[in-house]
Nanobody, 117 residues
Framework: QVQLVESGGGLVQAGESLTLSCAAS????????MAWYHQGLGEQRVLVAI???????SYADSVKGRFTISINNAKNTAYLQMIRVKPEDTGDYYC???????????WGQGTRVTVSS
């Protein structure tokens, strides 16, 4: 079994920066991709960023130019670098990982970000 643990959330002022981390552990051979989802209060959970182990990325329009997803394959850890945060970035951030060879998907428990303004 695989576990994902997110960290790095907290209170931040609009316009400032923070970085979230997602550490995967357990029965991991090779990670195919990792992704970050955001869920605001009373809103649907949406994909904000995804990265393949070889570095190909994709972002939601709302975060392009502000968020950067990265992966450290040796540590089985993904990061979400958030800059110039906005109040609408407030909410819970969830990490996923899909593992080879089956592309089984795992989810973390989330970390909360609150942007004050």
């Amino acid at each position: 079994q695989v576990q994902l643990v997110e960290s790095g959330g907290g209170l931040v002022q609009a316009g400032e920066s923070l970085t979230l981390s997602c550490a995967a552990s357990g029965s991991i051979n090779i990670i195919h991709d990792m992704a970050w989802y955001h869920q605001g209060l009373g809103e649907q959970r949406v994909l904000v960023a995804i990265i393949h182990r070889e570095g190909v990325t994709s972002y939601a329009d709302s975060v392009k130019g502000r968020f950067t997803i990265s992966i450290n394959n040796a540590k089985n850890t993904a990061y979400l670098q958030m800059i110039r945060v906005k109040p609408e970035d407030t909410g819970d951030y969830y990490c996923t990982a899909r593992l080879l060879p089956t592309l089984t998907e795992y989810w973390g428990q989330g970390t909360r970000v609150t942007v004050s303004s």
